[in-house]
């Protein structure tokens, strides 16, 4: 716009000095000038036409720099003409905080009522819902979680704290002098993503073990209450180290290097050592074979203890799905005094559930086991029993599991109380609540 302002003064003052010399030529047409005159007087009119020609290309230039940047203003610089300010940054989540590291847990409560109503209140040959007759806590577990990854850092971590019934089953083979602390420690170890292949994955540190259908949460189980092959059959955790690696997505395995069964503090000098494979030839059918060996007697390093577990799950729809687990174990030798042993005790059993989602938060699950523990080396008892239970599952606000629970458990031996009365079965009911959360929920 200046630019066409200063073309219109430079044509104005031209004409004007067209005028001037057109009425001077006027007042002095008396006297006609000479040639000389008039070609001086044509140059010094040129030369100013040429001068107000070069200031007009100058402020022309001058001018685009100006508009330019008034068009690259950002929009997000400039305050709406309806709000009069501009909008607020969004507020930082927990998600956001903790970057990588993920924080969840639960709070797992139930009430029991057992039948029999045995006198000391407590459910025979169950570890992790013993408390019956009254409302019992199972688990509180809180969950720092960094996962090793190769666009990021190959480093990560993994701790889980917990207090309740559960880790004073998990936790109580360990020694409490001067290890208190490991009391409320489900896990804790350090992770490092090599880079071999797809990713060679190595943990170091408390983990727990990789046998059996079931897992210490309640949460992540069809069944509220566990199993007796958990319970009984396999170990809860080792400590030491192991290293896993998945060639695709149908075959994966793991290697373990460890102190041996339920022990940060090893009990003798002897060292277990494990293999997992793991096939999944489709999205509907699964299979994972586990095998571990290795001294797990106190002061004695001449017996090994072996394991054999196997894990088959098959979904033939979105709604149904199944599972079988077995195992077999053997080997540790029972101390019959004077110097002697016996032979290599063994313990045996399998498991079927069976779980159908009605809705997307709704569900029905049933299972049946039997287990031989031929020598008593595993209850105490040398007895076969077997048990079965179903559950109704309901989730709420996404937040909180509701399971209602009847179980079954039937013994060759009395193992169970009616009152003060030895008797071989019990029946009970349980009412469960798992409230849950998750920091990646807020992301």
């Not at 059996?212 to 949460?219: H, M, P, R």
């Not at 096939?279 to 060996?293: D, E, L, R, S």
Request: charged share 20%; net charge neutral.
């Amino acid at each position: 716009m200046r630019g066409r302002c200063y073309i219109g003064a430079a044509v104005a003052m031209t004409a004007i000095l067209l005028a001037t010399a057109g009425h001077a030529q006027d007042q002095v047409s008396t006297t006609p000038p000479t040639n000389q005159a008039i070609l001086d007087h044509m140059q010094d009119l040129e030369q100013q036409v040429k001068q107000l020609r070069a200031e007009v290309a100058t402020l022309k230039s001058s001018d685009k720099p100006a508009l330019a940047a008034t068009v690259e203003v950002p929009k997000e610089n400039l305050v709406s003409s309806t709000s009069g300010e501009p909008a607020a940054p969004p507020s930082p989540s927990l998600a956001s905080l903790l970057g990588p590291t993920s924080m969840s847990g639960f709070v797992d409560l139930y009430y029991g009522q057992n039948f029999n109503n045995p006198a000391g209140r407590a459910n025979g040959l169950r570890f992790f819902d013993n408390a019956t007759n009254q409302f019992g806590l199972n688990l509180v577990e809180l969950v720092v979680d960094k996962a090793p990854d190769v666009t990021n850092s190959r480093t990560g971590y993994h701790v889980a704290l917990g207090f309740g019934q559960a880790m004073n089953a998990v936790n109580g083979s360990e020694p409490q002098a001067g290890l208190g602390f490991d009391q409320y420690l489900k896990e804790a170890y350090f992770s490092y993503l090599a880079p071999v292949g797809k990713g060679l994955q190595f943990d170091v540190g408390k983990f727990v073990t990789p046998h059996g259908a079931e897992v210490i949460e309640t949460k992540d189980n069809w069944n509220y209450s566990r199993g007796i092959l958990f319970s009984y059959a396999i170990p809860y955790y080792h400590f030491g180290a192991r290293a896993k690696y998945a060639f695709n997505d149908k075959y994966s395995l793991s290697g373990f290097f460890v102190n041996g069964w339920n022990n940060v503090v090893d009990n003798n000098t002897g060292k277990t050592y494990g293999v997992s494979f793991g096939w999944n030839p489709n999205k509907k059918f699964g299979v994972i074979q586990n095998y571990m060996a290795g001294p797990e007697q106190n002061n004695i390093n001449a017996t090994w203890r072996q394991l054999s577990d196997t894990v088959i799950t098959y979904s033939p729809t979105s709604k149904l799905s199944f599972i079988v687990n077995g195992d077999y174990g053997r080997g540790d030798r029972i101390d019959e005094g004077e110097g002697t042993f016996s032979k290599p005790v063994y313990w045996t059993g399998v498991a079927g559930y069976v779980k159908y989602a009605f809705t997307g938060s709704s569900a029905f699950s049933a299972r049946y086991e039997y287990y031989d523990d031929h020598d008593g080396f595993t209850t105490g008892t040398a007895q076969h029993f077997n048990e079965f239970t179903t559950t109704l599952e309901r989730v709420v606000a996404h937040h909180i599991i509701s399971r209602f629970e009847f179980r079954r458990d039937r013994s060759n031996q009395p193992a169970f109380l009616k009152g003060d009365n030895p008797v071989t079965s019990q029946n009970t009911l349980t009412a469960g609540l798992v409230f849950t959360f998750d920091s990646r929920e807020g992301k």
